[in-house]
């Protein structure tokens, strides 16, 4: 039984820097093969489910590795829980939540035995149950307010709910109710909608798992504003994700892009030549390259230049000189683009191949049978 929930199957399975994690934000270990790195500090950070973790003090000792299921201190009783990281990089992985060292005072009694995995399956048989009359029961007190989900504690004594909720509830008589009706000690947890999303998981557009499900646990604020710095179309159907937010992803690459485009000319500056007057019309930003159009709107007389190219004539413009035309400067894009050799290859050229062989074949084949001789 106690198999089920160890990381990989078994404690001899699971590798020491990485494991087959059944869990959310798994974390690998790349100091793993140090030797005497475990010894370093006696922290040690469980998951519990999905993406609840917590940092715990190893004051027992105890040989721990990771995927190993244990038993640490409750408020009140013990809970059970899955050792998902050990040795240097756990007050690292404190810090980066901006927790102190001192912060993890806890304990870890023991390993977890059969009894302690017994009360747990126990436990954990009642969740959805749970979670399913909770809502009914804040319905009924009239609550403006979502129960997402419900954990229970190990030793089956107590109870988190998840719950989302857009403005301040006052959730004291519901606290009351649960408590009578589940006989549990109860403690209320408010997570928001992307928090939400990691907690259920999912796959993003991108074909991976959703990053708030695996390795992403502090939200940063995302606004249109990197969108449009991406030139990215403002679709909100393409810009949301599964929690109905804008993608957490879109802040990935912000910095790059607002690097790139200081390099490039400022959009409101047109190019004076002595033929046309041409404007601003769209702008490659990791390539450096700047299309321009000789009407505001539409898409006339393109030339595509590079950024050095159009400070030059923009340095001509100030000075009250004026180039004859944008058409005899070299265009950006002509520069020859570096291509994947494969890519110039048909998908089906050894298809052909055999296809010739196969012929070839069966002509010999057909040459070398002996012609049929003449009585006469």
Aim: aromatic share 6%; charged share 25%.
């Amino acid at each position: 039984m106690i198999d089920k929930f160890i990381c990989g199957g078994g404690r001899g399975l699971s590798a020491k820097g990485c494991c087959l994690h059944d869990k959310q934000l798994n974390t690998y270990d790349y100091l793993a093969d140090v030797p005497g790195a475990q010894q370093m500090t006696d922290l040690v950070e469980v998951q519990f489910k999905n993406t609840h973790k917590d940092y715990y003090v190893n004051s027992n000792h105890l040989s721990l590795q990771k995927g190993d299921i244990v038993a640490v201190e409750g408020t009140p009783g013990h809970d059970i829980g899955t050792v998902s990281l050990t040795g240097p990089l756990v007050p690292l992985q404190m810090s980066k939540q901006r927790l102190k060292a001192d912060a993890g005072t806890k304990r870890i009694y023991r390993l977890a035995r059969e009894v302690d995995i017994e009360k747990y399956n126990e436990a954990k048989a009642r969740e959805q149950d749970t979670m399913i009359k909770s809502r009914a029961i804040a319905k009924n007190l009239g609550l403006d307010m979502k129960i997402g989900d419900v954990e229970y504690q190990g030793d089956g004594n107590k109870a988190i709910f998840y719950y989302i909720a857009d403005q301040r509830v006052d959730f004291r008589e519901l606290i009351k109710v649960l408590a009578q009706e589940f006989g549990i000690r109860i403690e209320m947890r408010q997570i928001g909608a992307r928090q939400e999303a990691g907690l259920i998981g999912g796959f993003g557009p991108c074909g991976r798992e959703m990053c708030c499900a695996t390795w992403l646990k502090n939200f940063n604020t995302v606004s249109t504003g990197a969108a449009r710095c991406q030139d990215v179309s403002l679709n909100p159907q393409k810009l949301a994700g599964q929690c109905a937010k804008l993608k957490c992803c879109l802040n990935y690459e912000v910095s790059a892009y607002t690097e790139a485009t200081q390099k490039l000319p400022r959009r409101d500056i047109h190019l004076e030549t002595e033929d046309a007057t041409y404007y601003f019309f769209k702008a490659d930003i990791l390539a450096g390259l700047v299309s321009y159009s000789t009407d505001r709107h539409l898409a006339a007389n393109i030339v595509t230049l590079t950024a050095e190219q159009a400070a030059e004539v923009i340095e001509m413009n100030r000075r009250g000189e004026k180039p004859a035309s944008l058409a005899g400067i070299p265009s950006g894009s002509e520069k020859p683009i570096v291509m994947d050799l494969a890519e110039q290859d048909s998908l089906t050229r050894f298809d052909k191949s055999k296809r010739k062989k196969k012929r070839k074949n069966n002509r010999n084949g057909r040459n070398n049978q002996p012609k049929p001789q003449n009585d006469d």
